[in-house]
């Protein structure tokens, strides 16, 4: 298969952007110090290249994740940064990890989470501690009790975590500093209360301030590998690697005093769409069906019928699962195939 | 599996409102005159539900799907209501069709999807006919031409299609009415001028306005089966029957003078989101995440992690998309899997 040759639309990934990518985050969190989140990309064969660039350790969003990180042979130490009560699951997963001599530790943040992992056969836990961000997390004061309640569970209590997601994108950079700082204060005594040698905390947008912090012993980076439109506002050192491929399907000529549009086949079936539309270079996005965009061209004259073009998703990590791969191109015009085979919930 | 033991996030049908629906529509749309869209829904099981009361004509969006329904046995008589200009795809189709003696229509609507269908082998086309939606389908004044083409390239051109989509939501309904109509008298001529004895229209939201004005011979409506939100506004006879299930997975109870929230297990992964958040009848939904929604609970005293909800997503089409299959809940109190297999672009 040659280039405009694949069946579209199509998830690209430009190999010298996500390469770049790997290494500035490489330089900044080398080896442990990042534990990348597969939730970004949900693919193993793009988690084997963080593996081979020093990263041995990943996060996981679902169990689906964890079980398939586990069967690549990507098992080595894996979070669920994320809770469950779902025993069944639990259990197959702590089965998985058994059989393929894994490292799986769980988020906890209840009693009812804490029973779940415990009677699943989990051997580790975090405590995630809230910081800020209204979602998941015991209260700083409340966590210490979690801990405890883990440890006579018999489970191992390896740290605690605290994801500051309503900071990614604070402006300006010094008031998102300073107030990382004060989640990571938080998140450094509700540490110092449970004990263990993990902090995991932080992602793409603040990767920075933890690596000048230096209170996280680890940051859950993900989406620096293809990178989101908003983060790239954030003036880090990562570039864009997704677009997605498309054929212009439908050409209407402008009328007189009109204005003519193209269609293309990928529509809101084929993209994340929570950030908004897609965006194109060559012109403006007028709306996406399920499988068509309507496209306004800034040189109406330029677009036939049959013609490919590149479209920039709004959001990554949705868009990436909708797809079923990610063709990868190198700058010698070679490509390679990424299956995205972290997708769904179920526990294959 | 017993309700609630199943994995969440999960699609759950409402069997006795889908069946509701099923049958208004072919109270107003005996057989073929009713053309399901299979987008909405991309099942083969739940098409299989629509054949069986009589409609076994269906719409496709993506030669994926038709290639699902070929395989399916579902393949009376399919219309791709999309352009296309992937001649190896279009291809497999053709072969496929002849293997499993179904019946294949594609839309186009200029010279290259002409060719792209005349040089895949494929028999029968469908003119699509702009009738207003910036979209796809040739002028009024070119679609003969592009008639004449199909001809002279071998092909049998059955008549004509045009999608309204603009008008879909249009208030009061008098306008929606008289809208649809000049649409439809727009589609009328170029039928005339073309030949053939299909005209193929219309949607969910115009279904009873086609109806009544009798100038579609079919109608291509799919979302009245599981009901939208939004459809849900035009006082139509149809129910919603799709919702996902949820499991709470963290509580964080209110301060003195604050707010306490909720976090369950279904995030911007598990919903459409290109019409927003989905909505939840107890309560207000503040955000999602990957694989989280935070809500504020109507009465915070009710709920602890391991509660079941279920949320009702904004937009059914794309929703229905994230996932592998749907959970069918019958009256009394069984329940069915409908897998959902025409996910996708790859033709199987």
Not at 304 to 332: F, N, Y
Request: charged share 20%.
């Amino acid at each position: 298969m040659m280039r405009g040759e694949w069946a579209t639309p199509a998830l690209i990934v430009n190999g010298l952007a996500f390469a770049a990518n790997v290494t500035a985050m490489s330089r900044a969190l080398p080896g442990a110090k990042l534990r990348p989140h597969v939730k970004a990309f949900k693919s193993t064969a793009l988690a084997k290249q963080l593996a081979a660039a020093g990263h041995q350790s990943f996060t996981c969003a679902t169990l689906a994740e964890m079980a398939g990180m586990i069967r690549a042979g990507l098992g080595h130490d894996l979070l669920l940064a994320n809770e469950t009560v779902n025993v069944n699951a639990l259990s197959a997963v702590a089965t998985l990890a058994a059989e393929h001599n894994a490292r799986v530790t769980i988020a906890v943040d209840s009693p009812a989470t804490v029973e779940a992992a415990a009677a699943a056969g989990i051997a580790e836990v975090l405590v995630d501690v809230n910081v800020g961000l209204p979602r998941c997390g015991a209260s700083p004061e409340r966590a210490p009790q979690v801990a405890d309640l883990a440890r006579d569970s018999g489970m191992t209590v390896r740290g605690v975590m605290g994801y500051e997601g309503h900071l990614m994108m604070v402006e300006p950079a010094g008031d998102r500093r300073d107030k990382v700082k004060a989640s990571m204060e938080i998140l450094a005594v509700a540490a110092a209360a449970i004990g263990g040698d993990v902090i995991s905390a932080g992602g793409t947008g603040t990767y920075n301030i933890h690596a000048e912090l230096g209170i996280a012993t680890e940051v859950q980076a993900g989406s620096y590998t293809l990178m989101d439109t908003d983060y790239g506002q954030l003036g880090h050192p990562f570039v864009p690697a997704l677009e997605v491929e498309s054929t212009i399907i439908s050409v209407t000529a402008a009328p007189a005093n009109g204005t003519g549009w193209l269609v293309a086949d990928a529509g809101l079936k084929a993209f994340g769409m929570d950030h908004g539309n897609p965006s194109w270079n060559h012109g403006d996005v007028w709306f996406c069906s399920d499988e068509h965009i309507t496209l306004a061209p800034h040189e109406p004259d330029r677009w036939s019928v049959g013609d490919r073009i590149r479209l920039r998703p709004a959001h990554v990590d949705p868009t990436v699962a909708k797809h079923d791969e990610m063709i990868v191109e190198r700058p010698d015009q070679t490509h390679e195939i990424w299956p995205v085979d972290l997708r769904g919930w179920t526990i294959q």
